[in-house]
Every structure is written in structure tokens, then in C-alpha cells.
């Protein structure tokens, strides 16, 4: 029964763990392009310097701008040439130039950019301005919708950890009805009694959910092998990061459903 009561606790916390392991992925990618976030302005062909500079100065005076970095079409160029490398030599079979040049505006908070972005496209000698401030919005919302999901889930789960463990240490102390009655009466405390069941229970859960822990840091390692080699640009955080970040939230689940299965399963038997 102990062993059925490890092996379902692991079983239960590994959708708590998948969870986790999934919802972290996804705030550390979100905090990622969060730093990464610009709103860029490109100039309008044919600006002049007198225009570029009065566009500089009326962005600079835009609430919210941190930074701003100004990108020439020939900057742009060798940007887009580096990132693509250099099998991708696009430089020889262009006649021209097509990239325009563009401000890079930085802002204090992320949450500021589609302000910046909406006042940028009312202002002179701007010919289109872009923001990724949608992605993150959107990656955001799959991130809360991960979170509220694992969290009900992983919640029912652990009320079934929760029955099972109490229904195993009940059985425990059900065998030893005898011994805690002659305990009580010769003056024994509720919780001397108590306590080496709470431990079998706190042992329980913690085993449990250390087999859970090892089960889904070990699916996130196969996962994200697969992902860095079909999605090497998306930033997702390492094997080590995520399986410690979730090795003590679901060891600390674990303790505390066995520690409250036991005490359920000990309290009616503890009274004279």
C-alpha cells in the first residue's frame, strides 16, 4: 500500500510538474523577447538629415522612449546579412539597396510600446512602424491559460494523492488501534501519537513527488533537445534551470499532501 501510495502520488504530481515545467518555458521565453521588444521606425525614402534630426527630436519627447538608435539602409543591410550568414551572399546579386533607414526606439516598459508606436505614425517623414508588442500579448495569454490549466489540474490530482495516502495510513493505523488506545491511557499526547505517522506521510508525498520530478525533467530534457534543433531561434531555458526549478515546488506538494493525509487518517483514532 505504501508503495501504491508513492506510485500514485508521482503519477499525480507529474501533470502539476508538466505544468510547471511548461509554464516556466514560456515565462522565460516571454522575458526574453521582453528585453528583445522594439518599436521601429523607418524613414520615409529620400529623407534628408534636417528631417531625420526633427524626427529624432520629436520621438525623444514620446512618453515612455528609453533609447533610441538610429539604423542606416547600408547598417541594415550588413545586419540582416549576419544574421542570415554567409550562405545567403544577397549582397552580390542586389543592385540597390532596399532596406530603408529606421529608428530603433526603446521603452521603459514593454507595456508602453503601442503608445510609442501610435504616436510615431502621426509624425512627419515616417513611412511604417512596427512593434512586436501582439507577440507578446499573445505568448502571455498561452502562458496564463498553462498556469490556470496545470494549476486545476494538478490541484484535483492532489486531492486524489491526498485520499489515497490517507487511505494507506489509516490502514496503518487501523493495525495499530491497540497500541494507541494503550497509549492514551497511560497519558500519551495526541501528538506523540501523531508524529510517526505524519513522518510516514511527509515520506510518502516527498518520494513521490522526487519520481515525479525525475519523470518530467526527463520528458523536458527529450523535448528540448527536439525543440533546439527545429526551433534553434526561440530562447528556451535549460534542462538544469527548469528540472530545479521544479524539484522544490513539487517536493513541497508532496510533503504537504501526505502531511495532511495523515493527519486526516490519524485523528479519529487518537481520541479516547
Not at 515616417?126 to 496564463?144: A, H, I, S
Not at 497509549?183 to 513521490?208: K, N, Q
Not at 534553434?232 to 531555458?237: A, E, G, M, Q, T
Request: proline share 4%.
Amino acid at each position: 500500500m505504501s508503495a501504491a501510495a508513492v506510485v500514485i502520488t508521482a503519477v499525480t504530481l507529474c501533470a502539476l510538474g508538466a505544468a510547471l515545467a511548461v509554464a516556466g518555458a514560456l515565462s522565460h521565453v516571454a522575458a526574453v523577447l521582453e528585453r528583445q521588444l522594439h518599436v521601429v521606425v523607418y524613414l520615409r525614402p529620400g529623407a534628408g538629415d534636417g528631417e531625420t534630426t526633427a524626427l529624432y527630436d520629436r520621438l525623444r519627447r514620446v512618453p515612455g522612449v528609453a533609447d533610441i538608435e538610429y539604423v542606416s539602409s547600408e547598417e541594415a543591410l550588413r545586419r540582416l546579412q549576419a544574421q542570415l550568414g554567409p550562405r545567403a551572399p544577397f549582397q552580390d546579386v542586389l543592385r540597390r539597396n532596399p532596406l530603408p533607414a529606421s529608428f530603433v526606439v526603446t521603452a521603459t516598459h514593454p507595456s508602453r510600446l503601442p503608445a510609442i508606436a501610435a504616436a510615431a505614425r502621426d509624425m512627419t517623414g515616417v513611412d511604417e512602424v512596427r512593434d512586436g508588442g501582439f507577440v507578446l500579448q499573445r505568448l502571455l495569454g498561452v502562458t496564463r491559460v498553462v498556469r490556470l490549466a496545470g494549476t486545476a489540474a494538478g490541484t484535483f490530482l492532489a486531492c486524489v494523492a491526498l485520499i489515497v495516502i490517507a487511505a494507506t495510513i489509516r490502514l496503518t493505523v487501523f493495525a495499530r488501534r491497540t497500541e494507541i488506545e494503550v497509549m492514551r491511557l497511560v497519558g500519551a499526547t495526541a501528538w506523540f501519537i501523531r508524529w510517526p505517522f505524519v513522518v510516514e506521510g511527509a515520506v510518502t508525498g516527498a518520494c513521490g513527488a522526487c519520481g515525479a520530478a525525475a519523470a518530467v525533467g526527463a520528458g523536458y530534457a527529450l523535448l528540448i533537445r527536439g525543440a533546439a534543433q527545429a526551433l534553434p531561434f526561440v530562447p528556451l531555458p535549460g534542462a538544469g534551470e527548469v528540472a530545479f526549478e521544479i524539484v522544490w515546488k513539487l517536493v513541497i506538494w508532496g510533503v504537504l499532501i501526505g502531511i495532511a493525509a495523515s493527519l486526516l487518517a490519524v485523528r479519529r483514532y487518537v481520541r479516547v
